[in-house]
């Protein structure tokens, strides 16, 4: 089983749909949980960042972690054709953690197309 | 801020032969960096840590003999791919990161596409 799993897709909406991507996880050790932004042949961009369980609202981006069931979500409002692109999620342990620090463990990404 | 970039974006090479890919930090001094490789449609997999002026720290099942790095200044990491064969073709990524408080302050390059003949 991976540590972190997440539907490929791909995700198709009409544009100023809301997009909802989730990814779900097995290591409740994990603390900080990310969103990547990947266009197609270029590194990943960093969209948000929740500490532990919450939401998270950033313009038309919203985050939510739920540590109870491992399951992260990443929402965008108001899609535009711009925001088509792979969606990674991205989490890792809490600072300090043992032969831990700073690793990502990603899911396998989202693609996303928004038709215009 | 907070610019990284990987040279060169694409390199094709006959298989035996070796290639270097180049990370660069532009506007920081970054004390960690991070190398990734990506293949079609999976997730980034970590394959080694570096901290400026120490060795390396591979992931398990990486192969640290074949995929050397090098982190000899604050803002230069390379890797070099030894003995390139087909199976190696992939997108490998870095990342860097200066004072890691925590994981998410890593900047990634743009990426390398390595396609081995």
């Known amino acids: 089983q991976k540590e972190v799993e997440q539907d490929p897709g791909p995700l198709s909406v009409p544009e100023g749909a809301i997009v909802s991507l989730n990814c779900t996880y097995s290591?409740?050790?994990?603390?900080?949980f990310m969103w990547y932004r990947q266009y197609s042949r270029k590194g990943p961009e960093l969209l948000m960042y929740?500490?532990?369980?919450g939401n998270k609202e950033d313009g038309r981006f919203t985050a939510q972690v739920d540590k109870s069931s491992k399951y992260i979500s990443l929402f965008i409002r108001d899609s535009q054709p711009s925001d088509s692109a792979t969606y990674l999620c991205?989490?890792?342990?809490?600072?300090?953690?043992?032969?831990?620090?700073?690793?990502?463990?990603f899911g396998a990404g989202t693609q996303v197309v928004v038709t215009p | 801020g907070a610019v990284v970039s990987q040279h060169p974006s694409w390199v094709i090479c006959k298989s035996g032969t070796s290639v270097k890919i180049e990370c660069r930090s532009l506007?920081?001094?970054?004390?960690?960096m991070f190398w990734y490789r990506q293949f079609p449609k999976q997730s980034l997999m970590l394959m080694a840590t570096?901290?400026?002026?120490?060795?390396?720290?591979?992931e398990q099942g990486v192969e640290k003999d074949k995929f050397l790095i090098n982190h000899a200044s604050l803002t230069l990491s390379t890797l070099t791919v030894t003995s390139a064969h087909p199976e190696d073709s992939s997108f490998y990524i870095c990342?860097?990161?200066?004072?890691?408080?925590?994981?998410?302050?890593?900047?990634f390059g743009p990426g390398t596409r390595l396609t081995v003949t």
């Open positions: 929740t500490y532990s369980s």
């Open positions: 991205a989490m890792s342990l809490r600072p300090g953690t043992t032969d831990s620090w700073g690793k990502l463990q």
């Open positions: 570096s901290n400026e002026g120490s060795k390396a720290t591979y």
């Open positions: 506007d920081f001094q970054a004390t960690t």
């Open positions: 290591n409740s050790a994990f603390q900080y």
């Open positions: 990342s860097a990161a200066s004072g890691l408080a925590v994981s998410y302050e890593q900047y």
